[in-house]
């Protein structure tokens, strides 16, 4: 019997701890197929942090390392600044990468820290049982907004992509979906244009991908992708905010 | 030199490749010679966006497999206890150097002592210790920083040199002594498999109660060697002393200078210091105040190492104190003149 489907090289045999229908399957696969692709497994370093990632250790093939909360990017800056020549990733989510981690995102951004951060936007604390994440969308309830997310209590969600984009560092900044066919696919162009950047040194790419929590939006799977579609997209628009090889860039002394 | 630069120099001559740091006063120009110096050698120098970024990135690289390390003073260690956290639990060995200023909060930034619970009980939440060396003088800075990463790369954990502002800013002849970078084998480091072994994992996270209770008692047995290995001290003049001297680090010159003038009054006195706080010279303390009466320790604190003192001798001897704080440094008369007290008063 010949063999039409197989998992990646670059994921374990480990049973994924994620919650049925949450969307972190699909963008783990993405990266280890980038990975398998490119033939770099065992020139590739991960870092994941606290969050739902947190034992994504375990799921990846290649070397791993798992960061404190937030601090990934300055973890990976360490392993990079060390080891120049291997790719280094993280993979982080909304909490981690625009919340506790925020100077460590935009400080690797801003130095044009050759590594590629998957950011995995979800709306909301997956791991602590769903609070308000800084991507939270004004209205939705969480377990720390339980009337909504009232902006003029809790403030605005952060548009992290369009933020890191206005940075001189920053090489690749793009937001893309995983609830769509296309969009998955669109999801691991930008994963593996991330990773030719990081080996072409052109600087710091971060791919942010719109991802679901069915169990802490109180969904089913098929109506978080619906809410992905119809609330998230609107107010986090898909696309590429910034495309361009910092190190050949004439601001570049 | 000036402290903080022979620590820097030491540090690249025990083949230290990556430096990270965020300016902080009075140990700046620690960051400031690795900038100058490190990228001559084929090392990384890099300024962070913060202490707690800076110690990440020391994280990172350790677990890269290089020698690595970070500097900073009082309040940007406590920014860095997270990380060192996470390095204890993670087995990475690096270096980190705290050239302590007054506290708490901002404190001031003259010279202190008062950081002494922190570096030999708290750098960090949990089960985990660093070893922690507080050199005297600008040599012996210089003379700590190998045996700092060769202990860190034996025993995959962090060491600490814990100097403080008047070390860092003074000026010593200093020799560098000739010594060869020992070599590590660091299989556990993450370089990148390279598809020649399973993949390499730095991790402090362990669910199983179990599997945490059994890495934390792993831990804790080579915390054990290290106990019955690695103290360092220095006894001056105890063998016949009826009072004990304690003094770590810069304090401990002023006392020296203190037992000789009371030693020429006629007063048998005599220093202990510990070259080690953690872990603490116990044994060395006991036989050094085996003659002795009581026991005087001397920081610039209102008292901290006087517990490990006391715990020492098991409280079988008084043990007084005497102790400047908030930047002001002893004299030597001020010591002289508490040693003279206890000895008179008698016990």
Same mark, same amino acid.
């Given at each position: ?75 990976? /800056? ?45 709306? /909301? ?10 991507? /939270? ?70 791919? &942010? ?45 | 030199?000036? +402290? ?13 490749? *990556? ?31 913060? &202490? ?30 997270? +990380?060192?956290?996470?390095? *204890? ?85 200093? &020799?560098?002594? &000739?010594? =060869? ?10 370089? +990148? ?24 008692? #792993? ?14 001290? =220095?006894?001056?003049?105890? #063998? #016949?002393?009826?009072?004990?001297? *304690? ?74 104190? *005497? ?25």
């Amino acid at each position: 019997m010949s063999v039409v489907f197989s998992k990646p090289h670059a994921l374990t045999d480990a049973v994924l701890h994620y919650c049925p229908g949450c969307t972190h399957g699909i963008i783990h696969r993405l990266v280890a197929e980038v990975i398998d692709e490119m033939g770099i497994e065992g020139d590739t370093i991960g870092v994941c942090p606290v969050g739902c990632s947190v034992m994504a250790y375990d799921y990846f093939n290649c070397d791993m390392i798992e960061a404190a909360h937030g601090r990934a990017p300055a973890v990976a /800056t360490g392993v990079k600044r060390a080891l120049p020549d291997k790719f280094v990733f993280t993979y982080q989510g909304d909490g981690d990468v625009a919340a506790i981690g925020t100077a460590e995102t935009v400080h690797a951004a801003a130095r044009g820290e050759n590594i590629v951060i998957v950011f995995v936007n979800n709306t /909301t604390y997956g791991m602590t049982g769903g609070q308000m994440a800084p991507t /939270t969308l004004p209205g939705q309830i969480t377990q720390t907004t339980p009337f909504g997310r009232d902006t003029a209590v809790n403030g605005f969600p952060v548009r992290v992509v369009e933020m890191l984009s206005t940075l001189s560092g920053t090489a690749l900044a793009a937001r893309t979906a995983v609830d769509t066919v296309p969009h998955v696919r669109e999801t691991k162009k930008m994963i593996r244009k991330a990773f030719e950047n990081q080996k072409n040194k052109a600087g710091f790419s971060v791919i &942010e991908v719109l991802s679901t929590c069915p169990t802490n939006w109180g969904m089913s799977p098929v109506d978080a992708l619906t809410r992905l579609r119809e609330d998230m997209i609107p107010y986090y628009p898909l696309g590429v905010y910034k495309d361009a090889d910092i190190h050949n860039s004439p601001e570049v002394k | 030199m000036k +402290g903080n630069e022979a620590l820097a120099e030491a540090a690249i001559r025990a083949g230290c490749k *990556c430096f990270f740091g965020y300016p902080i006063t009075p140990q700046t120009e620690v960051a400031a010679y690795f900038a100058k110096k490190l990228p001559k050698v084929g090392g990384t120098f890099l300024q962070a966006e913060s &202490e707690v970024a800076a110690i990440n990135m020391v994280y990172g690289a350790a677990a890269a497999g290089v020698r690595t390390m970070t500097s900073s003073s009082s309040p940007g260690i406590s920014l860095k206890t997270e +990380g060192i956290s996470y390095i *204890c639990g993670a087995d990475l060995p690096c270096v980190i150097i705290n050239v302590q200023r007054g506290g708490p909060g901002l404190g001031g930034i003259q010279p202190s002592q008062a950081d002494y619970f922190q570096a030999t009980r708290a750098l960090g939440h949990g089960d985990s210790r660093v070893i922690v060396f507080a050199p005297s003088s600008v040599q012996e800075m210089v003379n700590v920083v190998n045996k700092a990463f060769n202990l860190a790369d034996t025993y995959r954990m962090p060491a600490m040199i814990l100097a403080d502002g008047l070390l860092g800013q003074m000026m010593e002849p200093v &020799e560098f002594p &000739e010594t =060869e970078v020992e070599s590590f084998d660091k299989p556990w480091a993450t370089t +990148g498999h390279g598809n020649v072994r399973e993949h390499n994992i730095a991790n402090s996270l362990y669910l199983k109660p179990e599997v945490l209770e059994k890495s934390i008692l #792993d831990r804790a047995k080579r915390y054990e060697d290290i106990e019955n290995n690695h103290t360092e001290a =220095e006894c001056y003049l105890t #063998d #016949d002393a009826e009072i004990v001297v *304690c003094a770590y680090g810069a304090t401990a010159r002023i006392c020296k200078s203190a037992v000789n003038a009371a030693r020429a009054k006629g007063i048998k006195a005599g220093l202990f210091r510990p070259v080690t706080v953690w872990p603490y010279p116990k044994k060395e303390l006991v036989k050094a105040s085996a003659n002795a009466k009581s026991l005087l320790t001397v920081e610039m604190s209102t008292g901290q190492m006087i517990e490990d003192v006391k715990l020492a001798i098991e409280c079988k001897k008084p043990v007084y104190f *005497c102790g400047r704080t908030g930047g002001i440094i002893p004299t030597p008369a001020e010591v002289l003149a508490e040693i003279e007290l206890r000895v008179k008063e008698g016990v």
